[in-house]
Each structure stands twice: as C-alpha cells, then as structure tokens.
C-alpha cells in the first residue's frame, strides 16, 4: 500500500499524465503538417513568436489560449501550438460533423498508437485486441450490470472498510492512493473475479503499470523524436512495463490454464470479464497468452480514470458539510426503498449524486480537450474547412463546459446543477428535447468528458456505477473533513492540457455512528 503512496508521491506530475488518456489520445508530433489547407486557419497565440515561444506559452497556460482561440472564434475552426506540434481546435458543431466521418479518414487509434510511442512502448497497434475489449465492455460488462451490481455492492462495502481502516478517531489519508486500491480491488471483482482480485500480484502491477507506462511517455517526449532510438536506453520505465507484461502472462497462465480444463470439463464457470473473453477468444481469434495483456489494457483504461474521477467529487464534497447530509440523506432514502441493497434501479434513483458528480466533471475537466483524433485521409467540412491527411484534431472541451451560455454561471459549483436541468425545474439554456442528456454518463456535444461519437468511452456506465457505490459507501461509513486549518478545496494541478486533482493530499476520515 505505502509502496503505491510513495510511487505517487514521487511521481505525482507523471500521473497528471493519466489526463492524456481522459483525452482519448496523446500529444503528436505534427510539426511540418500544415503546409496544405490547415495553414490558413487562424493560429491562436501567434504574437507570441516561434514555435518554440508558442510551446513554451502552451504548457505555462494553455487554458488562456484556449480560452482566447474559444472566445474569438466560436463557430470556427482555428489552430494552436502544443508541446509537440500544431493542432486544429474544432467548435461544437463541426466535431458534431466530424464523428459522423468513417475511421477510415478519421481515426481515433492512429492518433492513439503515434502519441503513446507504441514503436518504444508497444502500447496499441492491435486492432483486434481493441475491438474485443471493446465489444466485451459493450455486450457483456454494461448488458450483465443489472446482475453483477449486487456482487459488486458487497465487494464495494468490505473492501472501503478494509482499506480505510477502522479511523476510531480523526485519521488522515491521502485520498487518491487509497482510492487507487479500492478501485483495483473493486473493478477486479469484475474483471477477474472475488478471488484474483485481492491479490496484490495482480492488483499492485496493475495500478503501477499504467504509471510506468505514462512516465516513460512523457520521458520519451522530452527527447526529440529522431534522439528518442537512443533515449529509450535511458528511460527504465520502459523495461519494467515489459516486466509487468511479462509478470501479468506469467501469473494468468495458470489460471486460464485451470478454467479451460473447467470448460472442458462442463463445470460450473467464474462469471467475470476473464472468462467472458475466455468464452469468446476463439471467435475473436485471440490467443490465451494475448488474454493477460488485454486484462492490463482494461486495468489502464479503467483504474486511474475513476480513481481521478472519484477523488475530484470527493475533494469538492469534503468542502461542502451541508451537501454530504443531503447526499446521505439521498442515498438512505433510497437504500430504505430498495430493501438495502444497491442495485442498478437504486443507483438511478440517486440523482443529487449523479449531479453532484457530473458537476465535479465539469469543473475538473482532467485534459482541457476531448475529441482527440487523427486524420488519415483528407476531409472538407460543411464550412469548408479543411482538414489535411496527417492533422490533429481536437475539442476544446474544457472552455465549452466554462461557457456561460451553456451552463449558467459556469465558475460556481452548483451540487444541483444537472438535477435541476433533469428536473426541468430551471430553464434548459441548451434546450434538450430529452432532459436525461443531463445524466452522468450521457456524452453530447456540450458535454465530453466520456469523449464523443462512436468512440466515446464504452466504460462509462460500469463506472458511473462503480463511483456511486464507492461514493455511496464512505459517506455512509464515515465522516469526513479537511485537515485543521485548510478551508479551501485542494487546487487542481494544472499544466499544459492537465487539469487534474492533486494525487497526495490528505482528508480526514472518522467512522460514522450508525
Ligand atoms: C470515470 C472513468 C472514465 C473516464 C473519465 C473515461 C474517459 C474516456 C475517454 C475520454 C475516452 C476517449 C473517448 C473519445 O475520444 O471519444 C475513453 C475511451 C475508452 N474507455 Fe474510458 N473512461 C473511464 C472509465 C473506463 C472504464 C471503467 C473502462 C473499462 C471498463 C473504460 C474503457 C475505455 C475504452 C476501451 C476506451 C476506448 C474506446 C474506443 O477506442 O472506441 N473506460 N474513456
């Protein structure tokens, strides 16, 4: 556990890093891309001077940029300078435009498989495999949530109590690493079974992983791209992330081995994602071996996403003593009327929560983009912008979700913001036709933080469901406050495209009286 704390603590701008995944895609280098149409675009921060002063400016305060490129050209398409090259920011209707392009002229892997270095990193580059995952997280996690939610309440309420420990008295813990844990051991239940996913064999590398795997990304960026061939024997993140790979096939071999011969055998079968994927690796042509490597593909995309997620709902609620007697009472009204169990129906009902979480969203955006993509193919929007073969294209989904005609007073924490929408109990400045677009999980084009389009995050409703139950389950369990003498909410950190919680700081918990 301290191991994991340490790590973070050593390493806590490495995990700002995770904001790159929220954003779907990672930085690239598309310097020299825009020699064709994109050129004439608008390049915000121009006055800045060279590339190398508009980089500069961009990881001081990329949200000014933003917010100047969003103001000046609401409806248009315009450029900007990131860490590694140019990139075309789209507004609102013409990503509307865009994810209605096919992959192949608009790609969401290309984009995926350059910027996370996947010649050095071997991260990506498997089509097969993402599309299995993906299919796995659509038809079986999302449809058999109804079934598994019972299981994972219980997994849910044994492992806070455990992790948080008893906290007789005022006791600090440093949120994020503690909710790393539970969130592994949570998600694990599911990906790999109650047993499997206690084991700090499994859970501990696939926490680390993704860290060591984020590390050697942004050690690799900070060489240019023709020196990185040699800077890759400098970064030794990149051997232990092929330790891990090889430490995951070594330590599953043996359990798949054991539930083939089950299968053989026509026992009776464990009901969780590895033996979903076992059930229907021969289908996808996928190889047992292969299977352990896209259990820690899952672990990546799933654990540090909710972790953050759930830490920055925390840290907005721990400032707000009146808003968790209100959540309490919402959640124990509901527990009441659901025979104390909380199911998916259950769930739904807490609604204040589901505000409550999709405010945090909105104010703690993770990346400042969403929407990151590729373009493979030449493509003219409707306006007649031009996107070149080999551009990036982004939206600036942290300054549309600031936007003052779209969320009312934008800068404000409001708890029942989305409620209210949901309600319809306050005029709809977007105007829904279906006031249920103002749920956690739904994705619009006002509203990216699952991303967008085909490809916005088929995890969504396991994790909306996963972070109510965690949420559900410490406010019920114990009290909490902020340690003597802070009153603020902790600051986010902020550089370049982060906008993330701050992994090492600490809250206080107490168990609750029953
Ligand atoms: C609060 C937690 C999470 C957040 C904020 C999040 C966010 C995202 C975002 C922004 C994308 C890119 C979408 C786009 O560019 O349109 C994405 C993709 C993805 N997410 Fe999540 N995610 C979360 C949890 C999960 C979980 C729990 C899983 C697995 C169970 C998961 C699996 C995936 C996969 C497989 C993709 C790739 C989809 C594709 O390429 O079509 N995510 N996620």
Redesign the pocket.
């Given at each position: 556990m301290d191991q994991v704390s340490n790590l973070l603590a050593e390493r806590g701008p490495v995990v700002a890093s995770v904001a790159l995944?929220?954003?779907?895609?990672f930085v690239l280098s598309s310097l020299g891309l825009f020699s064709n149409g994109a050129a004439k675009l608008p390049l915000v921060g121009q006055e800045i001077g060279s590339a190398e002063k508009r980089r500069k400016a961009f990881i001081a305060n990329a949200r000014d940029l933003y917010a100047r490129g969003y103001k000046q050209f609401q409806n248009k398409a315009w450029r900007l300078t990131d860490t590694d090259g140019e990139r075309i920011v789209l507004p609102r209707h013409l990503v509307d435009e865009a994810r209605r392009i096919p992959d192949s002229h608009i790609d969401?892997?290309k984009a995926f498989e350059k910027a996370n270095e996947i010649k050095y990193t071997g991260l990506g580059g498997n089509q097969q495999h993402?599309d299995f995952?993906?299919h796995l997280?659509r038809s079986d996690?999302t449809r058999g949530l109804n079934r598994i939610n019972t299981r994972l309440s219980a997994e849910t309420a044994a492992t806070v109590i455990r992790e948080l420990g008893p906290c007789e008295d005022w006791t600090p813990a440093v949120v994020y690493s503690k909710l790393l844990r539970i969130v592994a051991i949570v998600?694990g239940n599911i990906f790999l079974g109650p047993e499997l996913c206690q084991q700090d064999e499994w859970t501990n590398p696939a926490i680390t992983y993704t860290v060591d795997l984020f590390t050697a990304i942004g050690k690799l960026k900070q060489w240019s791209p023709w020196t990185r061939p040699i800077g890759q024997y400098f970064i030794p993140e990149l051997k232990s992330i092929k330790q891990k790979r090889k430490q995951a096939r070594a330590w599953l071999a043996p359990v798949i081995a054991e539930r083939r011969k089950l299968m053989k055998e026509g026992k009776e079968l464990p009901d969780d994602m590895l033996q979903w994927m076992m059930n229907k690796s021969a289908e996808f042509n996928i190889s047992d071996d292969d299977l352990s490597l896209i259990q820690l593909n899952?672990s990546l995309?799933?654990i540090h996403?909710?972790t953050?997620?759930t830490t920055m709902t925390l840290y907005d609620l721990v400032v707000r003593p009146d808003l968790v007697k209100e959540l309490r009472h919402e959640i124990k009204t509901v527990l009441a009327a659901n025979d104390n169990v909380l199911t998916t129906q259950a769930l739904f009902q807490m609604k204040l929560l589901d505000s409550v979480m999709k405010e945090s969203q909105r104010l703690n955006p993770?990346s400042l983009v969403?929407?990151?993509r590729y373009v493979e193919k030449p493509v003219t929007l409707s306006d007649g912008t031009h996107l070149p073969s080999g551009s990036m294209i982004e939206s600036p989904y942290g300054s549309i979700v600031q936007d003052p005609t779209l969320y009312t007073n934008p800068q404000t924490f409001d708890a029942h913001r989305f409620l209210n929408l949901r309600n319809g109990t306050v005029p709809d400045p977007l105007e829904y036709k279906n006031r249920e677009q103002y749920q956690f999980v739904t994705v619009t084009k006002d509203f990216?933080?699952?991303?967008?389009?085909?490809?916005?995050?088929?995890?969504?409703f396991?994790?909306a469901n996963?972070?109510k139950l965690i949420l559900a389950r410490i406010l019920l369990d114990y009290d909490i406050k902020m340690p003597d003498g802070v009153t603020e909410r902790y600051p986010n950190l902020k550089m370049g495209l982060d906008d993330l919680p701050d992994p090492t700081r600490e809250i206080m918990f107490k168990r609750a009286k029953a």
């Open positions: 995944l929220l954003a779907g895609v969401i892997n993402t995952l993906i997280i996690l998600s899952l995309a799933a996403t909710t953050l997620t993770g969403r929407f990151v990216m933080h699952f991303g967008y389009g085909r490809h916005a995050c088929p995890g969504r396991f994790a996963e972070i």
